[in-house]
């Protein structure tokens, strides 16, 4: 998972460093050999930081890793995923495609339905992101590691025009304010 997320990062022309949340119960070894293996995978640096404990100290050697990774930075190789122009449809299928390794997206009637109110109201080119789990690459919790080949559906999509984006909904998501019936607090 970890090499598929610094090879997602770098499709955009970046450099990657991967910040490592050290424990108090990581061991040396542990931690190295997450360094071994994002540098293997591409990552230019990666770097131990506490900043949970020990706040913006715990976080030095990354702000400086990251400062000197923007001055090994090349601004002329930067992409975007996608066409901002593209249709919605596209933009989302670009998404699933070169981020998450689905074959395809299924849009619901639903969704579909808002997409052609959006570009009607000329909204169409606005960028978009995708709300979906955060514990897969798909828009699956169960489907573990790296995926491939799954159809990702598209229950609904939303605009947040004073912000300038749309937004898809994958699958069960729940969005702000989706919050429990238990509050974590109690």
């Known amino acids: 998972n970890l090499a598929k997320q610094i090879a997602n990062v770098k499709k955009f022309?970046?450099?990657?460093?991967?910040?490592?949340?050290?424990?108090?119960?990581?061991?040396?070894?542990?931690?190295?050999?997450?360094?071994?293996?994002?540098k293997e995978a591409g990552?230019?640096?990666?770097?131990?930081?506490?900043?949970?404990?020990?706040?913006?100290?715990?976080?030095?050697?990354?702000?400086?890793?990251?400062?000197?990774?923007?001055?090994?930075?090349?601004?002329?190789?930067?992409?975007f995923l996608y066409d901002v122009n593209d249709s919605?449809?596209?933009?989302?299928?670009?998404?699933v495609t070169n981020l998450y390794?689905?074959?395809?997206?299924?849009?619901?009637?639903?969704?579909?339905?808002?997409?052609?109110?959006?570009?009607?109201q000329g909204f169409g080119n606005l960028p978009i992101c995708i709300a979906k789990t955060q514990y897969s690459l798909s828009h699956d919790a169960n489907l573990k590691g790296v995926p491939s080949g799954f159809e990702f559906p598209i229950r609904d999509?939303?605009?947040?025009?004073?912000?300038?984006y749309l937004y898809a909904l994958a699958d069960e998501i729940q969005t702000i304010p989706g919050l429990p019936t238990h509050a974590g607090y109690m």
């Open 13 to 38: 022309g970046v450099n990657v460093v991967v910040a490592i949340n050290q424990f108090k119960n990581d061991t040396e070894a542990e931690v190295n050999l997450v360094k071994q293996l994002a």
């Open 43 to 79: 990552a230019l640096d990666a770097v131990e930081s506490n900043h949970w404990e020990e706040g913006g100290l715990g976080a030095v050697k990354l702000a400086k890793a990251v400062v000197e990774s923007v001055k090994h930075s090349n601004p002329e190789k930067f992409n």
């Open 88 to 95: 919605v449809e596209g933009k989302l299928s670009s998404i």
């Open 101 to 120: 390794n689905g074959s395809s997206i299924k849009v619901s009637e639903q969704a579909a339905a808002k997409i052609k109110t959006y570009e009607e």
């Open 157 to 164: 999509i939303r605009a947040s025009i004073g912000a300038g």
